[in-house]
């Protein structure tokens, strides 16, 4: 009876113990840095509100974020001017070391030869972007 008493002990030791280093290690997981590429295709206020907020949040996180302005998401210096919540998002974004990309091709569809705000792009760069982030969400 002691032997089962003492075995049965043991065991819920060793569940518990197990059970806690898995907490801990989903734990660091969740608080470990990843990379996030963010493609911007909208021109939508609140969808490119929401996109740079999540931007600006994650990189307060620790993560390293990355946006690509392709099609319409290229006419965010226009939404700048029509939103000052965009305007902030960007500000906070690029003051806290963020770059953004735009689509050359997309940018030179609607005449804008020279942004202000984002970095004549290629689809090759829309591609680095793709494999070498940890996640990538479209907006």
Avoid: H
């Amino acid at each position: 009876m002691k032997r089962s008493i003492l075995l049965l002990a043991l065991s819920m030791w060793v569940l518990t113990n197990s059970l806690n280093a898995q907490s801990i290690i989903q734990q660091a997981e969740k608080l470990s840095p990843t990379s996030l590429g963010l493609v911007i295709y909208s021109n939508d206020t609140e969808t490119v509100w929401n996109a740079l907020r999540l931007a600006n949040f994650s990189k307060n996180q620790g993560d390293s974020v990355n946006i690509f302005l392709l099609g319409k998401g290229v006419e965010l210096e226009t939404l700048i001017q029509e939103s000052e919540d965009i305007d902030e998002q960007v500000e906070i974004f690029l003051n806290g070391g963020g770059s953004i990309l735009g689509c050359g091709t997309c940018l030179k569809s609607r005449n804008n030869d020279e942004p202000q705000l984002c970095k004549f792009s290629t689809l090759k760069d829309l591609y680095e972007l793709i494999r070498e982030n940890n996640i990538v969400l479209t907006f």
